[in-house]
DNA sequence: GTGTTTGCAAAGTGTTTGCAATTTA
DNA sequence: TAAATTGCAAACACTTTGCAAACAC
């Protein structure tokens, strides 16, 4: 009887190709950092620390171009709540978040907790893109 | 029968007073310029150019100072859309916005067009600071 | 091979800070 | 006069850019 480890399906290799980006070592590397695992809200300086934390070598620029194309293809969400740092949410569906003014973290709220009945219309000849809501608690 | 210039009664020395807060030559100058007029939404850059143009001698360290000053005295809100500017809103009241992707304005939304009927409590702990409702439309 | 992607370092943006000089009460 | 405020320039944090080298297909 053999001892067994076992890892996680990546599906990062699916996902790159699905968005029609190339699987470099850099892109895989990372979305597996991102994807493989738990949603979350990382920074740009965040991520790059981790991925040389797990010996991958790649750049802080590179890791900003690579959190942009990402972004640009939907397989993540930027969101702005502090000034002078941009998070991405690895979770691309409809929900809200809770953040944290003190600690400047970010957390989930299911789109259902949220009970938004009425929108304004977007002003003549635009659409919305989106309806962000915030919840700012202090800590 | 002579003509006179009607100029507006300025609220801003009485604000800097109920506030607390010194009337500096700066200050006072600037909350003119913030709140004398329509309700806006205003970064520190074209405040700072604003105050230049108006022949107002004001450093941008200044500027900045001034509009913290003021947001944490309340005369301000501090409003986060676009990662690396903050933009100053001069009306406190509540209120929502449209943000404008394309061009970075920002525009009022009144509180009773938002239909916000539920709104998570706040995690054990913590106390809702502000609901933020931004309405992100493309252009 | 050819076009894409990367790394680096430099430049850019918006904001904050330290401190001497000035101003306010 | 004592304390608060200001201006300046330098420091800062985060992000973007330009281009040669490396890589994927």
Tied chains: 1, 2.
Excluded: W
Excluded at 56 to 83: C, K, M, P, W
Excluded at 87 to 104: L, M, V
């Amino acid at each position: 009887m053999s001892m067994v480890t076992v890892r996680p399906y990546s599906q990062a290799l699916d996902r790159l190709r699905a968005a029609g980006l190339r699987p470099t070592r850099q892109r895989l590397a990372l979305a597996r950092l991102l994807f493989d695992g738990e949603d979350r809200h990382i920074s740009a300086e965040q991520l790059h620390s981790e991925a040389l934390s797990n010996n991958i070598r790649v750049s802080l620029a590179t890791v900003y171009n690579t959190l942009h194309q990402f972004t640009d293809v939907g397989l993540l969400r930027e969101i702005v709540v502090d000034a002078g740092r941009s998070y991405f949410d690895t979770n691309t569906s409809d929900h809200h978040h809770f953040f944290y003014e003190k600690s400047g973290r970010l957390c989930d709220i299911p789109a259902e907790m949220v009970g938004l009945t009425r929108v304004p219309d977007a002003p003549q000849g635009f659409n919305i893109t989106r309806v962000e809501v915030i919840v700012r608690v202090d800590g």
